[in-house]
């Protein structure tokens, strides 16, 4: 009785870091997707801003992306992963690059069309 406390104590904090570990990859996409979702509406509100207020909200935006590419460039599959899982991961994360980018290419045309960066 006295080993199969200390047992069930290992066991239990083993695999309550395997769970924490698998779903720290779903944690940082959900983080990253309510950041993307906030920069999406931030670059709105860019939009639907005359001319010469859009530098806030687009100085905010800006922010934002960089913030996001950062995290992007820091996070990677976790070791251990399946290829399918491993597969999977990418795909979310080359989607979150690509939103970013397309964000990225709407804030530059706004900066464009008001000629505010590109005389």
């Known amino acids: ?3 199969l406390k200390p047992l069930l104590l290992i066991g239990s904090l083993l695999l309550s870091s395997a769970v924490w570990a698998e779903g720290g990859g779903d944690r940082m996409f959900e983080r990253l997707e309510k950041l993307r979702d906030k920069a999406e509406a931030v670059l709105i509100q860019a939009e639907q801003s005359p001319a010469g207020e859009r530098h806030v909200h687009m100085a905010e935006h800006m922010k934002m992306l960089a913030e996001m590419m950062s995290q992007l460039h820091n996070e990677h599959p976790a070791p251990g992963m399946s290829t399918e899982e491993h ?3 990418m ?3 080359d989607k979150l690059v690509d939103d970013v980018l397309g964000q990225m290419m709407r804030e530059h045309k706004l900066m464009t069309v008001d000629k505010e960066c590109h005389p």
Do not use: F, I
């Open 1 to 3: 009785m006295k080993l």
């Open 87 to 89: 597969l999977a991961w």
């Open 91 to 93: 795909e979310q994360h």
